[in-house]
């Protein structure tokens, strides 16, 4: 059973807006974190937002009040809108939920153990 699947990326231009969605396999409460990552080709995967089992928010310093992660544990969902989209964020979006058995930040790669398959999201000029 596959464990997340993003969906909600697009192409936009810049100053618009678009929501992410990630559907989880299991109830998003039980998720020690879940977070979003972005990625462009050739480079590393980089933290986006993280939100814990009880709602507790991290954002990386170049989206803070601009997207905003949340999740609604009866869909069992993850969401990340972004809002005031610029080109510098265009990339591949990924979900990732931990499950409570690794540590490190919380905006690190390492903490995470299950990963969506990505999806694209393109800002133009």
């Known amino acids: 059973v596959q464990q997340l699947v993003e969906s909600g990326g697009g192409s936009v231009q810049a100053g618009g807006s678009l929501r992410l969605s990630c559907t989880t396999a299991?109830?998003?409460?039980?998720?020690?974190?879940l977070a979003w990552f972005r990625q462009a080709p050739g480079r590393e995967r980089q933290g986006v937002a993280a939100?814990?089992?009880?709602?507790?928010?991290t954002y990386a310093d170049s989206v803070k009040g601009r997207f905003f992660i949340s999740k609604d544990d009866n869909k069992n969902t993850l969401y990340l809108q972004m809002n005031s989209l610029t080109p510098d964020d265009t990339d591949t979006y990924y979900c990732?939920?931990?499950?409570?058995?690794?540590?490190?930040?919380?905006?690190?790669?390492?903490?995470?153990?299950?990963w969506g398959q990505g999806t694209q999201v393109t800002v133009s000029p």
């Open positions: 939100i814990a089992w009880d709602g507790t928010t």
């Open positions: 990732a939920a931990d499950v409570g058995g690794r540590s490190g930040p919380v905006l690190g790669t390492e903490r995470y153990d299950y």
């Open positions: 299991a109830t998003t409460y039980t998720y020690t974190y």
